[in-house]
T-cell receptor
Framework: GAVVSQHPSRVICKSGTSVKIECRSLDFQATTMFWYRQFPKKSLMLMATSNEGSKATYEQGVEKDKFLINHASLTLSTLTVTSAHPEDSSFYIC????????????FGPGTRLTVT | GNSVTQMEGPVTLSEEAFLTINCTYTATGYPSLFWYVQYPGEGLQLLLKATKADDKGSNKGFEATYRKETTSFHLEKGSVQVSDSAVYFCALIASNSNSGYALNFGKGTSLLVTP
C-alpha cells in the first residue's frame, strides 16, 4: 500500500523554540493531508486540513499562528509548532487520502514532541 | 456534533478467545464507518470499513456490521492471535463534514492477546 512518512519521529525542544514536522507521501501525490494530535489515552483530534497550493483549514480551537501548516508540493506538508510550550507536548500524526478515493487514508507513524 | 464512543481498554484475552470491541456513534446524515488498527511502533492502518446501513466490513478474520438502528459498529473476531495485539480505533467520516474527508476517531481500545 501507499506509504506516508514523518520526520522526525521524536523531538525534544526547549520552551519558546519552534519545531518543524514533515509529512511526506512517498509513492503517491496528495493534494490534501490531515494533521492530528493524540494525547495519552485519548483519541486522535483533527487539528487542520492541509491543502496543496492554498491555505490550511483549521479546526475550531486550533491556533493558526501557533501551528503553521505549509503544503508546498503534492508530496510534502509541514507543521511548525511555533514558540512551543510544555502543553504542546504530544503525538502528532499526519494522514493523506488515497488517490481517487475517500475511504482509504494512509497514516504516518507519528512524531512525538516533548517540550521542556 | 459527530462523535464516536468505544469501550476503553485495555482488553486482555487469551489466544483463540472471542473478541468484541464495542463502538457507537453520533452523527447527522449517513456517515461511513471504519476500524483502524495501530500495531506497536507503526502508523494507523485501515482494518475494515462500511459505507451504508447493514453493510458488513471484514478483513483478516475481523468483521463489523453497520447498524443504523443502534448506531453501532462493533468489531468482532472469532479467534484472536497474539499478533492481533494492537490498539483499535473506531472512526467515522460524516456525510456532512466540514472537514472534507477527515476522520473522527474514538479513543482507541488497546488489545493484548496472551499465548
Amino acid at each position: 500500500g501507499a506509504v506516508v512518512s514523518q520526520h522526525p519521529s521524536r523531538v525534544i525542544c526547549k520552551s519558546g523554540t519552534s519545531v518543524k514536522i514533515e509529512c511526506r507521501s512517498l509513492d503517491f501525490q496528495a493534494t490534501t493531508m490531515f494533521w492530528y494530535r493524540q494525547f495519552p489515552k485519548k483519541s486522535l483530534m483533527l487539528m487542520a486540513t492541509s491543502n496543496e497550493g492554498s491555505k490550511a483549514t483549521y479546526e475550531q480551537g486550533v491556533e493558526k499562528d501557533k501551528f503553521l501548516i505549509n503544503h508546498a508540493s503534492l508530496t510534502l506538508s509541514t507543521l511548525t509548532v511555533t514558540s512551543a510550550h510544555p502543553e504542546d507536548s504530544s503525538f502528532y500524526i499526519c494522514s493523506a487520502p488515497a488517490t481517487g478515493g475517500i475511504y482509504e487514508q494512509y497514516f504516518g507513524p507519528g512524531t512525538r514532541l516533548t517540550v521542556t | 456534533g459527530n462523535s464516536v464512543t468505544q469501550m476503553e481498554g485495555p482488553v486482555t484475552l487469551s489466544e483463540e478467545a472471542f473478541l468484541t470491541i464495542n463502538c457507537t456513534y453520533t452523527a447527522t446524515g449517513y456517515p461511513s464507518l471504519f476500524w483502524y488498527v495501530q500495531y506497536p511502533g507503526e502508523g494507523l492502518q485501515l482494518l475494515l470499513k462500511a459505507t451504508k446501513a447493514d453493510d458488513k466490513g471484514s478483513n483478516k478474520g475481523f468483521e463489523a456490521t453497520y447498524r443504523k438502528e443502534t448506531t453501532s459498529f462493533h468489531l468482532e473476531k472469532g479467534s484472536v492471535q497474539v499478533s492481533d495485539s494492537a490498539v483499535y480505533f473506531c472512526a467515522l467520516i460524516a456525510s456532512n463534514s466540514n472537514s472534507g474527508y477527515a476522520l473522527n476517531f474514538g479513543k482507541g481500545t488497546s488489545l493484548l492477546v496472551t499465548p
